[in-house]
């Protein structure tokens, strides 16, 4: 069964630091290109970062650019999200993303999310 499984999210005051993390299972983790996504009440999800199945390559919405970085750890079916400088902006419910192209297909698969609140 395949799934997704986020956590880390929780309140944090502005300018503070969280790290989430997404674990893996039944997927082969390292053919997956891993992303977060984001989405803030009464907004669209909205993509906040994003890597490569090998890692080699990440691109980062605009608005998280110098305070986000994704990371992944193959070993341990795990990618993660630093998350610095947060401001109120950034609370949103977080989510984890799976994707894989096969034969022209996309297969996509989501986690639960994991919400996040920024606020003095």
């Known amino acids: 069964q395949r799934q997704l499984v986020e956590s880390g999210g929780g309140l944090v005051q502005p300018g503070g630091s969280l790290r989430l993390s997404c674990a893996a299972s039944?997927?082969?983790?390292?053919?997956?290109?891993m992303s977060w996504f984001r989405q803030a009440p009464g907004k669209e999800r909205e993509l906040v970062a994003a890597?490569?199945?090998?890692?080699?390559?990440?691109n980062y919405a605009d608005s998280v650019k110098g305070r986000f970085t994704i990371s992944r750890d193959n070993a341990k079916n795990t990618v993660y999200l630093q998350m610095n400088s947060l401001n109120p902006e950034d609370t949103a419910v977080y989510f984890c993303n799976a994707r894989i192209r096969r034969l022209g297909t996309w297969y996509v698969y989501w986690g639960q999310g994991t919400q996040v609140t920024v606020s003095s």
């Open positions: 890597s490569t199945a090998g890692g080699d390559s990440t």
């Open positions: 039944g997927i082969t983790f390292t053919n997956y290109a």
